[in-house]
Protein backbone atom coordinates (compact mmCIF):
# COMPACT_ATOMS: atom_id res chain seq x y z
CA UNK A 1 0.00 0.00 0.00
CA UNK A 2 3.08 2.00 0.55
CA UNK A 3 3.35 4.47 -2.75
CA UNK A 4 6.31 6.87 -3.53
CA UNK A 5 7.46 8.96 -6.95
CA UNK A 6 10.21 10.71 -7.21
CA UNK A 7 10.13 14.25 -9.01
CA UNK A 8 12.85 17.05 -10.19
CA UNK A 9 15.72 15.42 -11.99
CA UNK A 10 16.63 16.97 -14.99
CA UNK A 11 19.84 18.48 -16.76
CA UNK A 12 21.80 20.92 -14.68
CA UNK A 13 25.80 22.26 -14.99
CA UNK A 14 28.34 21.84 -12.86
CA UNK A 15 27.75 24.20 -10.09
CA UNK A 16 24.15 24.19 -10.21
CA UNK A 17 20.95 23.42 -8.06
CA UNK A 18 17.78 20.98 -8.40
CA UNK A 19 15.57 20.03 -5.73
CA UNK A 20 14.15 16.37 -5.77
CA UNK A 21 10.82 15.69 -4.37
CA UNK A 22 9.19 12.19 -3.07
CA UNK A 23 5.40 12.04 -2.40
CA UNK A 24 4.61 9.72 -0.38
CA UNK A 25 1.50 7.21 0.65
CA UNK A 26 1.15 4.55 3.58
CA UNK A 27 2.49 4.61 6.42
CA UNK A 28 5.98 5.31 6.50
CA UNK A 29 8.72 5.93 8.87
CA UNK A 30 11.77 7.20 7.14
CA UNK A 31 12.64 8.07 3.71
CA UNK A 32 15.86 7.69 2.04
CA UNK A 33 16.80 9.28 -1.16
CA UNK A 34 19.69 6.49 -3.13
CA UNK A 35 21.39 6.87 -6.55
CA UNK A 36 22.67 4.74 -9.23
CA UNK A 37 24.73 5.22 -12.28
CA UNK A 38 25.29 3.10 -15.17
CA UNK A 39 27.18 0.25 -14.11
CA UNK A 40 27.59 1.13 -10.40
CA UNK A 41 26.35 -0.02 -7.19
CA UNK A 42 23.36 1.70 -5.91
CA UNK A 43 24.46 4.05 -3.04
CA UNK A 44 23.32 5.65 -0.29
CA UNK A 45 22.99 9.33 -0.30
CA UNK A 46 20.33 10.82 2.48
CA UNK A 47 17.79 9.99 5.01
CA UNK A 48 14.96 11.47 6.99
CA UNK A 49 12.79 10.70 9.63
CA UNK A 50 9.53 11.88 10.18
CA UNK A 51 8.95 12.03 13.73
CA UNK A 52 11.64 14.31 14.71
CA UNK A 53 13.06 15.47 12.08
CA UNK A 54 16.57 13.21 12.13
CA UNK A 55 18.68 13.58 8.90
CA UNK A 56 21.43 11.21 7.75
CA UNK A 57 23.75 12.32 4.75
CA UNK A 58 26.62 10.37 2.86
CA UNK A 59 30.05 12.31 2.96
CA UNK A 60 29.95 12.69 -0.42
CA UNK A 61 27.07 14.98 -0.04
CA UNK A 62 26.98 16.33 3.22
CA UNK A 63 27.33 20.12 3.06
CA UNK A 64 26.12 20.55 -0.43
CA UNK A 65 22.74 18.31 -0.03
CA UNK A 66 19.83 18.92 2.36
CA UNK A 67 17.19 16.65 3.00
CA UNK A 68 13.54 17.81 4.56
CA UNK A 69 9.88 17.16 5.04
CA UNK A 70 6.69 18.51 4.54
CA UNK A 71 3.98 16.67 6.79
CA UNK A 72 1.11 18.18 5.00
CA UNK A 73 2.20 17.18 1.57
CA UNK A 74 3.50 14.06 3.39
CA UNK A 75 6.38 14.79 0.61
CA UNK A 76 10.34 14.54 1.13
CA UNK A 77 12.70 17.00 -0.67
CA UNK A 78 15.96 17.16 -1.29
CA UNK A 79 17.67 20.34 -2.04
CA UNK A 80 21.19 19.54 -3.85
CA UNK A 81 23.36 22.90 -4.68
CA UNK A 82 26.82 22.90 -6.15
CA UNK A 83 26.38 19.63 -8.09
CA UNK A 84 29.21 17.78 -9.54
CA UNK A 85 29.41 15.68 -12.65
CA UNK A 86 29.71 12.87 -10.54
CA UNK A 87 26.45 13.50 -8.61
CA UNK A 88 24.89 11.96 -12.72
CA UNK A 89 22.51 9.19 -11.61
CA UNK A 90 19.19 8.27 -11.00
CA UNK A 91 17.78 9.19 -7.82
CA UNK A 92 15.50 6.86 -6.18
CA UNK A 93 13.30 7.63 -3.03
CA UNK A 94 12.66 4.79 -0.53
CA UNK A 95 10.85 4.30 2.38
CA UNK A 96 10.71 2.11 5.55
CA UNK A 97 7.95 1.17 7.35
CA UNK A 98 10.86 0.39 10.77
CA UNK A 99 12.30 2.02 13.17
CA UNK A 100 15.98 1.70 14.04
CA UNK A 101 18.35 3.14 16.84
CA UNK A 102 19.48 6.29 16.30
CA UNK A 103 22.45 6.39 14.29
CA UNK A 104 21.86 3.03 12.70
CA UNK A 105 23.81 2.08 9.92
CA UNK A 106 20.33 0.44 8.16
CA UNK A 107 19.01 3.90 7.46
CA UNK A 108 22.32 4.58 5.25
CA UNK A 109 21.95 0.73 3.23
CA UNK A 110 19.24 0.05 1.27
CA UNK A 111 18.78 -3.11 2.50
CA UNK A 112 17.02 -0.70 5.68
CA UNK A 113 14.28 0.36 3.20
CA UNK A 114 11.24 -1.87 2.27
CA UNK A 115 9.65 0.34 -0.97
CA UNK A 116 11.30 1.75 -3.59
CA UNK A 117 9.76 4.42 -5.95
CA UNK A 118 10.32 5.05 -9.38
CA UNK A 119 13.41 6.69 -10.13
CA UNK A 120 14.24 10.44 -11.55
CA UNK A 121 17.55 11.21 -13.78
CA UNK A 122 19.71 13.93 -12.36
CA UNK A 123 22.37 14.96 -14.85
CA UNK A 124 25.15 17.64 -14.19
CA UNK A 125 27.23 18.35 -17.06
CA UNK A 126 30.84 19.68 -16.61
Known amino acids: QVQLQAFGGGLVQAGGSLRLSCAAS?????IGWFRQAPGKEREFVAA????????YYADSVKGRFTISREGAKNTVHLQMNSLKPEDTAIYYC??????????????????????WGQGTQVTVSS
Open 94 to 115: AASGRRYNSGSSYYYADKGYDH
Open 26 to 30: GRTYA
Open 48 to 55: ILWSAGST
